[in-house]
């Protein structure tokens, strides 16, 4: 058989993403910018209960992806929509 894959602990540590609470930090801001801005908008504590449903939803995807707000934010800057998105339902990558 073939030789198996040996993972590092040491390699995957250094590898993942900067993590606060259990979520990537840039995600973390993300939540605390939404937090902020409803409650202004709102003027309630309810929003709170709000801001720990998306962490709790930021958590379940980093768990799967730690870097998925990242590769999120990439694809929008380098994939904008094509003015014929609506007849080919397609993108194309920006020169």
């Known amino acids: 058989m073939a030789e198996e894959l040996r993972q590092d602990t040491l390699f995957t540590g250094l590898t993942r993403p900067q993590m606060f609470a259990g979520v990537t930090y840039s995600y ?3 939540n605390a910018v939404i937090a902020v801005e409803l409650f202004l908008i709102f003027k309630s504590w309810w929003v709170l209960l709000a801001a720990v449903a998306i962490h709790g939803f930021g958590m379940i995807l980093c768990l799967r992806e730690p870097r998925f707000v990242d590769l999120w934010l990439t694809r929008v800057r380098n994939c904008p929509r094509v003015k014929n ?11």
């Open 28 to 30: 973390f801001i993300i």
């Open 85 to 95: 998105y609506s007849l080919w339902r397609c993108n194309s990558y920006r020169p």
